[in-house]
């Protein structure tokens, strides 16, 4: 029982560790200058040409047009 019980725990903290790592910051720069920060990679939906983004400031799913965006950088967390 303890050992059952020693290997999910074990389990249940990797998997925690390995989807923490995957969300990392983004530094979304914008073709007028602006630097928006998100908490995660944004996704592009190539059918309506929108990037969507949580922003790490407010916590906010938002959306900007990809005609706007001049570059996505990851940040070092």
């Known amino acids: 029982m ?3 019980l020693l290997i999910s725990s074990i389990f249940a903290a990797a998997a925690l560790f390995t989807v923490a790592g995957c969300s990392s910051n983004q530094a979304v720069k ?3 200058g602006k630097t928006i920060v998100t908490d995660g990679k ?3 939906d ?3 040409g929108l990037v ?3 922003n790490a400031e407010t916590g906010k799913t938002e959306q900007i047009n990809r005609d706007q965006v001049k570059r996505m ?3 070092d967390n």
Do not use: A, H, I
Request: glycine content about 0%; aromatic content about 6%; charged content about 35%.
């Open 46 to 48: 190539s059918d309506t």
């Open 30 to 32: 914008t073709t007028d």
């Open 42 to 44: 944004p996704e592009v």
């Open 52 to 54: 969507s983004y949580e």
């Open 73 to 75: 950088n990851e940040l």
């Open 2 to 4: 303890r050992n059952n």
